[in-house]
Protein backbone atom coordinates (compact mmCIF):
# COMPACT_ATOMS: atom_id res chain seq x y z
CA UNK A 1 0.00 0.00 0.00
CA UNK A 2 1.85 3.23 -0.97
CA UNK A 3 2.33 5.82 1.98
CA UNK A 4 -0.41 8.24 1.51
CA UNK A 5 -3.02 5.86 0.32
CA UNK A 6 -2.36 3.66 3.40
CA UNK A 7 -2.36 7.03 5.78
CA UNK A 8 -5.79 7.81 4.31
CA UNK A 9 -7.13 4.63 5.23
CA UNK A 10 -5.77 4.50 8.69
CA UNK A 11 -7.03 8.20 9.39
CA UNK A 12 -10.89 7.00 7.87
CA UNK A 13 -10.39 3.65 10.46
CA UNK A 14 -12.44 4.47 13.76
CA UNK A 15 -10.45 2.27 16.05
CA UNK A 16 -7.14 1.39 14.12
CA UNK A 17 -4.86 -1.69 15.36
CA UNK A 18 -2.69 -1.98 12.49
CA UNK A 19 0.40 -4.10 11.14
CA UNK A 20 3.97 -2.47 10.60
CA UNK A 21 4.91 -1.20 7.07
CA UNK A 22 7.27 -3.70 6.56
CA UNK A 23 5.18 -6.52 6.15
CA UNK A 24 8.04 -8.67 3.62
CA UNK A 25 11.02 -7.44 2.66
CA UNK A 26 12.80 -4.15 4.19
CA UNK A 27 12.71 -1.49 0.90
CA UNK A 28 15.84 -0.24 -0.72
CA UNK A 29 16.54 3.35 -0.10
CA UNK A 30 14.58 5.40 -2.60
CA UNK A 31 16.71 8.44 -4.90
CA UNK A 32 15.60 11.53 -3.61
CA UNK A 33 13.48 12.42 -6.28
CA UNK A 34 11.48 9.43 -6.15
CA UNK A 35 10.34 9.99 -2.59
CA UNK A 36 6.87 11.92 -1.32
CA UNK A 37 5.03 14.12 -3.02
CA UNK A 38 6.57 17.76 -2.28
CA UNK A 39 4.20 18.94 0.18
CA UNK A 40 2.80 15.79 1.50
CA UNK A 41 4.45 14.47 4.85
CA UNK A 42 5.38 11.04 5.84
CA UNK A 43 5.66 10.07 9.36
CA UNK A 44 7.40 6.94 10.18
CA UNK A 45 7.86 5.32 13.55
CA UNK A 46 11.72 3.69 13.61
CA UNK A 47 11.50 3.01 16.84
CA UNK A 48 8.66 2.52 19.39
CA UNK A 49 10.29 0.67 22.97
CA UNK A 50 10.55 2.93 25.87
CA UNK A 51 13.65 2.44 28.17
CA UNK A 52 17.36 1.78 27.88
CA UNK A 53 17.46 -2.12 27.41
CA UNK A 54 17.50 -3.35 23.89
CA UNK A 55 14.40 -5.30 22.86
CA UNK A 56 14.04 -8.72 20.46
CA UNK A 57 10.33 -6.58 19.53
CA UNK A 58 10.92 -3.01 19.42
CA UNK A 59 13.56 -0.64 18.23
CA UNK A 60 15.12 2.45 20.57
CA UNK A 61 12.34 5.46 20.39
CA UNK A 62 12.67 7.46 17.18
CA UNK A 63 10.40 9.28 14.17
CA UNK A 64 10.58 10.94 11.17
CA UNK A 65 9.27 13.26 9.44
CA UNK A 66 9.90 13.15 5.37
CA UNK A 67 8.53 15.74 3.50
CA UNK A 68 9.85 15.33 -0.21
CA UNK A 69 13.30 14.22 0.17
CA UNK A 70 14.26 15.95 3.31
CA UNK A 71 13.85 14.27 6.67
CA UNK A 72 13.52 16.05 10.39
CA UNK A 73 14.43 12.98 12.68
CA UNK A 74 13.07 12.99 15.96
CA UNK A 75 15.20 11.23 18.52
CA UNK A 76 18.14 8.55 18.13
CA UNK A 77 17.44 5.56 20.01
CA UNK A 78 19.47 3.05 19.19
CA UNK A 79 19.62 1.53 15.69
CA UNK A 80 18.26 4.32 14.29
CA UNK A 81 20.42 4.56 11.07
CA UNK A 82 19.56 0.83 10.41
CA UNK A 83 15.66 1.69 11.05
CA UNK A 84 15.78 4.76 8.51
CA UNK A 85 17.40 2.14 5.91
CA UNK A 86 15.11 -0.45 6.55
CA UNK A 87 12.20 2.48 6.33
CA UNK A 88 13.60 3.50 2.67
CA UNK A 89 14.31 6.75 4.03
CA UNK A 90 18.35 6.43 5.15
CA UNK A 91 20.03 9.49 3.33
CA UNK A 92 17.17 12.23 3.72
CA UNK A 93 18.97 13.38 6.87
CA UNK A 94 18.67 17.11 7.11
CA UNK A 95 17.40 17.82 10.83
CA UNK A 96 17.39 16.25 13.93
CA UNK A 97 15.74 16.82 17.16
CA UNK A 98 16.08 15.60 20.60
CA UNK A 99 13.76 15.25 23.46
CA UNK A 100 15.67 14.89 26.25
CA UNK A 101 19.41 13.36 27.14
CA UNK A 102 18.34 9.93 28.03
CA UNK A 103 20.18 7.21 26.54
CA UNK A 104 16.95 5.30 24.82
CA UNK A 105 16.64 8.80 22.95
CA UNK A 106 20.00 10.00 22.16
CA UNK A 107 22.39 7.03 22.29
CA UNK A 108 22.50 7.11 18.44
CA UNK A 109 22.52 10.69 17.79
CA UNK A 110 26.26 10.97 16.78
CA UNK A 111 26.11 7.69 15.11
CA UNK A 112 23.51 8.28 12.70
CA UNK A 113 25.62 11.70 11.70
CA UNK A 114 28.51 9.22 11.57
CA UNK A 115 27.01 6.52 9.33
CA UNK A 116 25.18 9.19 7.00
CA UNK A 117 28.54 10.71 6.32
CA UNK A 118 29.83 7.46 5.95
CA UNK A 119 27.78 7.01 3.31
CA UNK A 120 27.04 9.93 1.12
CA UNK A 121 26.19 12.95 3.66
CA UNK A 122 27.81 16.12 1.76
CA UNK A 123 24.96 18.70 3.18
CA UNK A 124 24.28 20.52 6.22
CA UNK A 125 22.54 18.99 9.13
CA UNK A 126 21.03 21.23 11.98
CA UNK A 127 20.68 19.42 15.63
CA UNK A 128 18.24 20.56 18.31
CA UNK A 129 18.01 19.84 21.78
CA UNK A 130 18.86 20.76 25.11
CA UNK A 131 22.28 21.38 26.88
CA UNK A 132 24.98 20.28 26.70
CA UNK A 133 24.07 19.20 22.68
CA UNK A 134 26.89 21.19 21.17
CA UNK A 135 29.67 19.50 23.82
CA UNK A 136 28.00 16.14 22.95
CA UNK A 137 28.51 16.74 19.62
CA UNK A 138 32.16 17.98 20.11
CA UNK A 139 33.30 14.55 22.34
CA UNK A 140 31.36 12.73 19.54
CA UNK A 141 33.41 14.00 16.88
CA UNK A 142 36.86 13.89 18.69
CA UNK A 143 35.82 10.65 19.97
CA UNK A 144 35.52 9.55 16.12
CA UNK A 145 38.65 11.26 15.05
CA UNK A 146 40.17 7.89 13.59
CA UNK A 147 37.29 7.05 11.34
CA UNK A 148 37.35 10.71 10.29
CA UNK A 149 40.67 11.57 9.36
CA UNK A 150 40.98 8.58 7.27
CA UNK A 151 37.53 8.27 5.37
CA UNK A 152 38.67 11.93 4.45
CA UNK A 153 41.84 10.88 3.21
CA UNK A 154 41.16 7.89 1.89
CA UNK A 155 37.76 8.27 0.26
CA UNK A 156 37.93 11.91 -0.23
CA UNK A 157 34.92 12.79 2.15
CA UNK A 158 34.32 16.43 2.64
CA UNK A 159 35.18 16.69 6.81
CA UNK A 160 31.83 15.92 8.96
CA UNK A 161 32.28 18.39 11.49
CA UNK A 162 31.61 21.92 9.60
CA UNK A 163 28.03 20.00 8.37
CA UNK A 164 26.85 20.03 11.73
CA UNK A 165 25.24 22.52 13.58
CA UNK A 166 24.06 21.81 16.78
CA UNK A 167 21.36 24.23 18.68
CA UNK A 168 21.05 24.31 21.97
CA UNK A 169 17.28 24.70 23.18
CA UNK A 170 17.20 26.58 27.07
CA UNK A 171 13.04 26.95 26.89
CA UNK A 172 9.50 26.67 25.32
CA UNK A 173 9.11 28.52 22.24
CA UNK A 174 9.75 28.51 18.67
CA UNK A 175 12.61 26.20 17.42
CA UNK A 176 13.46 26.75 13.65
CA UNK A 177 10.93 27.46 10.28
CA UNK A 178 11.88 26.22 7.24
CA UNK A 179 9.80 26.69 3.45
CA UNK A 180 7.73 23.50 4.77
CA UNK A 181 7.59 23.87 8.35
CA UNK A 182 7.42 25.33 11.21
CA UNK A 183 8.58 23.45 14.92
CA UNK A 184 8.35 24.81 18.50
CA UNK A 185 8.44 23.09 21.80
CA UNK A 186 7.37 23.12 25.34
CA UNK A 187 8.98 22.15 28.79
CA UNK A 188 7.94 18.98 29.69
CA UNK A 189 7.99 16.64 32.83
CA UNK A 190 10.51 14.28 33.07
CA UNK A 191 12.07 14.07 36.27
CA UNK A 192 14.86 14.16 37.44
CA UNK A 193 16.17 14.82 33.81
CA UNK A 194 16.78 19.07 33.91
CA UNK A 195 15.16 19.39 30.80
CA UNK A 196 13.01 17.81 28.77
CA UNK A 197 11.12 18.85 25.21
CA UNK A 198 8.17 17.78 23.33
CA UNK A 199 8.22 19.11 19.72
CA UNK A 200 5.33 20.37 17.37
CA UNK A 201 5.83 19.95 13.97
CA UNK A 202 3.16 22.25 11.11
CA UNK A 203 3.77 20.49 7.84
CA UNK A 204 1.76 22.11 4.55
CA UNK A 205 -0.43 19.14 5.14
CA UNK A 206 -1.12 18.60 8.91
CA UNK A 207 0.39 19.27 12.48
CA UNK A 208 2.26 16.47 14.36
CA UNK A 209 2.88 16.66 17.73
CA UNK A 210 5.50 14.53 19.78
CA UNK A 211 5.65 14.02 23.31
CA UNK A 212 9.17 12.79 23.82
CA UNK A 213 8.92 11.57 27.33
CA UNK A 214 6.92 13.05 29.69
CA UNK A 215 4.73 12.44 33.26
CA UNK A 216 0.94 14.31 32.44
CA UNK A 217 2.06 17.58 30.90
CA UNK A 218 -0.35 20.82 30.71
CA UNK A 219 2.37 22.40 28.65
CA UNK A 220 2.60 19.48 26.32
CA UNK A 221 -1.32 19.64 26.06
CA UNK A 222 -1.14 23.26 25.11
CA UNK A 223 1.51 22.25 22.54
CA UNK A 224 -1.02 19.75 21.07
CA UNK A 225 -4.06 21.90 20.69
CA UNK A 226 -5.83 20.72 17.72
CA UNK A 227 -2.98 18.59 16.08
CA UNK A 228 -3.86 16.29 13.51
CA UNK A 229 -1.72 13.69 15.07
CA UNK A 230 -0.28 13.39 18.32
CA UNK A 231 2.64 10.08 18.84
CA UNK A 232 2.61 10.19 23.05
CA UNK A 233 4.37 7.94 25.26
CA UNK A 234 2.52 5.04 26.77
CA UNK A 235 3.03 3.20 30.02
CA UNK A 236 1.11 0.30 31.35
CA UNK A 237 0.98 1.02 34.84
CA UNK A 238 -0.40 -2.67 36.03
CA UNK A 239 2.68 -4.05 33.83
CA UNK A 240 5.58 -1.88 35.25
CA UNK A 241 8.86 -3.70 34.60
CA UNK A 242 10.43 -3.16 38.00
CA UNK A 243 9.45 -4.00 41.14
CA UNK A 244 7.15 -2.02 43.51
CA UNK A 245 8.94 0.59 45.65
CA UNK A 246 12.15 0.13 44.10
CA UNK A 247 14.24 3.51 42.45
CA UNK A 248 13.47 2.32 38.86
CA UNK A 249 9.64 1.84 39.81
CA UNK A 250 9.37 5.55 41.25
CA UNK A 251 11.23 6.76 37.97
CA UNK A 252 8.74 5.08 35.81
CA UNK A 253 5.69 5.83 37.32
CA UNK A 254 6.68 9.23 38.07
CA UNK A 255 8.17 10.19 34.65
CA UNK A 256 6.07 8.65 32.15
CA UNK A 257 2.10 8.92 31.31
CA UNK A 258 -0.43 5.96 31.63
CA UNK A 259 -1.71 4.92 28.68
CA UNK A 260 -5.61 5.72 29.78
CA UNK A 261 -4.11 9.18 30.93
CA UNK A 262 -2.33 9.70 27.61
CA UNK A 263 -6.49 9.35 25.92
CA UNK A 264 -7.37 11.83 28.31
CA UNK A 265 -4.44 14.35 26.99
CA UNK A 266 -5.64 13.56 23.57
CA UNK A 267 -9.08 13.94 24.68
CA UNK A 268 -8.64 17.26 26.30
CA UNK A 269 -6.21 18.59 23.62
CA UNK A 270 -8.27 17.73 20.68
CA UNK A 271 -5.99 15.86 18.37
CA UNK A 272 -7.68 14.00 15.49
CA UNK A 273 -5.77 11.00 15.61
CA UNK A 274 -3.79 9.54 18.70
CA UNK A 275 -0.34 7.38 18.30
CA UNK A 276 1.02 5.04 21.10
CA UNK A 277 4.61 4.72 21.20
CA UNK A 278 7.28 4.27 23.16
CA UNK A 279 5.79 1.47 25.37
CA UNK A 280 6.71 0.70 28.43
CA UNK A 281 6.95 -2.08 28.73
CA UNK A 282 7.34 -3.37 25.38
CA UNK A 283 7.49 -7.57 25.45
CA UNK A 284 7.86 -8.13 29.42
CA UNK A 285 5.60 -8.36 30.14
CA UNK A 286 3.66 -8.32 27.49
CA UNK A 287 0.77 -6.19 27.03
CA UNK A 288 -0.89 -6.92 23.74
CA UNK A 289 -2.16 -3.98 21.02
CA UNK A 290 -5.36 -4.80 22.23
CA UNK A 291 -4.83 -4.18 25.55
CA UNK A 292 -3.21 -0.74 25.34
CA UNK A 293 -5.83 0.45 22.76
CA UNK A 294 -8.81 -0.62 24.93
CA UNK A 295 -7.04 1.64 27.66
CA UNK A 296 -6.09 4.74 25.64
CA UNK A 297 -9.80 4.33 24.42
CA UNK A 298 -11.28 4.64 27.93
CA UNK A 299 -11.15 8.90 27.72
CA UNK A 300 -10.99 9.46 23.79
CA UNK A 301 -12.89 8.69 21.14
CA UNK A 302 -10.67 9.82 18.02
CA UNK A 303 -8.62 7.56 15.92
CA UNK A 304 -6.03 5.40 18.21
CA UNK A 305 -2.86 3.84 16.34
CA UNK A 306 -0.98 1.49 18.45
CA UNK A 307 2.64 1.95 16.86
CA UNK A 308 4.92 -0.64 15.64
CA UNK A 309 8.94 0.14 14.30
CA UNK A 310 8.31 1.16 10.41
CA UNK A 311 4.72 1.92 10.87
CA UNK A 312 4.17 4.74 8.29
CA UNK A 313 1.21 7.04 9.27
ZN1 LIG B 1 12.50 7.17 27.09
ZN1 LIG C 1 13.37 9.65 29.39
Redesign the pocket.
Known amino acids: MAGVKRRDFLLQSAALLVAPLASGAPRAPLAPAARSAPHTSRLILLGTA??PTPKTTRSG?SQIIVIGSRGYVIDCGDGVARQMMLAGVFGTLRHIFITHH?S??NADYGNLLLLEWGTHLTTTVDTWGPPPLARMTKLFFEMNEPDLKVREKDEGRLPLKPLVHPHELHRGGSVMKDDLVTVTCAVVDHPLVPLAFAYRFDCPDRSIVFSG?THRSENLIALAKGADVLVHESLYPPAVPAAEGSALFTHIVNSHTPVEEVGRIASEAGVKTLVLS?FVPSGNPVVTDEQWLAAARTHFSGNIVVGHDLLEI
Open positions: GGPHDHDH
